[in-house]
């Protein structure tokens, strides 16, 4: 399998993981503050990293140097999560996901910015129509809302925190140092555990961990094994192997794979109209993946 393969099966896993952490996060993202869950997810998913780590390539103290880097990235995915799960108070998880599908356009602009990757003109047309997709997606298939840009408080708060989810590829990219998949990743959820438990204190002292509903320790089960850890050893992968856009453009399956968690979960499927924004989103994978194959040829 090529290193483009690899990159390309890698964020495929991504959007589908990431999809689920939106639908369990709307059933659960009113019983705890986002925060003190957060911190909880890091947590526990920086010890599954550390085994993970440890069973593979290890930890050796090359890793560590220059923590300023872990804490920066860790920092980012810090606000990417905790902005999620406080959107999701309002937002619905498809109009989330919509949201969530803003980022390979961000991602590109960052990837420039840093690392000077060129857009092709194929890619900024699919990048357009992904953002188009979201934007109908996110306003629910009413002209009047997209005018009035009327958007949801949850959609507004969780764009911010997909603003520093793009950023992170191409910054991470720019601040590896050779490390191993499993050591840099464990690293930096660790530096987002360590934030998030400091910032977090009160949050995590206030809350009846005895009490809470069955619902936040599934989703906490899921987020940390598949949703953190996963999800950061998956974009570390790929990363390496495509530009930055690229690997933010599997997000466009997002809304995709909700619905599919929806429908399973018994919430059923958005109205048709919307789902032709779904459908652009789609589209556009399809056209930055013909442009992928196109270079490689």
Sequence with gaps: MTPQAVGHL????????????FSLGSLMANEIAPTAFTALRFILASVIMAAVALGTTGLPRSTFAAPWRYLLLGG?????????????????????????TLTPILAGGFGWLLLRQVTTARMALALSIGATGALWVIFRADWSALRAF?????????????????LYPALMR???????????????????????????????????????????????????????AGTFLLVRIAALRLPSAKVMAYTYLTPSWVILWEIALGNGAPAGKVLIGVAMTVLALLLLLRDDEAQSG
């Design 10 to 21: 890698s964020m495929l896993l991504f959007s589908a993981l990431v999809a689920g952490s």
């Design 150 to 166: 009327a958007i949801g408080r949850g959609e507004m708060i969780f764009f911010w925190g997909c603003v520093a989810h793009a």
């Design 76 to 100: 980012l995915y810090v606000i990417y999560f905790v902005t999620m799960f406080e959107g999701l108070k309002t937002a619905a998880p498809v109009s989330a996901a919509a949201v969530f």
């Design 174 to 228: 720019r601040l590896s140092r050779g490390e191993s998949a499993a050591a840099f990743t464990f690293a930096v959820v660790a530096a987002g555990a360590i934030i998030l438990t400091v910032l977090a204190a009160p949050d995590i002292a206030n809350t009846d961990w005895v009490n809470l509903p069955l619902i936040v320790w599934i989703t906490l089960l899921y987020v940390s094994l598949f949703a953190t």
